[in-house]
């Protein structure tokens, strides 16, 4: 099991690298983390969803708690 800080130091290191305007695909994340990182992906939006994150599916802003299917994540503004 790999620690939430480290998933949130992955995450916000995207994001910080990408900037508030360009959004990146959690699986960017828990790739960084896992060889193996399919697995990953419900930690990695739950860490997600307590960092100061935006969550979008079609460019359009979703409740990264409740969204279903893909999604990218952008600095908040």
Excluded: K, N, Y
């Amino acid at each position: 099991m790999i620690p939430d800080a480290e998933i949130a130091a992955a995450l916000m290191e995207l994001a910080h690298r990408r900037g508030p305007r360009a959004s990146f695909c959690p699986s960017e994340a828990a790739r960084l983390l896992s060889p193996d990182w399919q697995p990953l992906m419900a930690e990695v939006r739950r860490v997600a969803a307590g960092l100061p994150l935006v969550a979008t599916q079609g460019g359009v802003s979703v409740d990264l708690r409740s969204a279903r299917g893909p999604i990218r994540l952008r600095l908040a503004e």
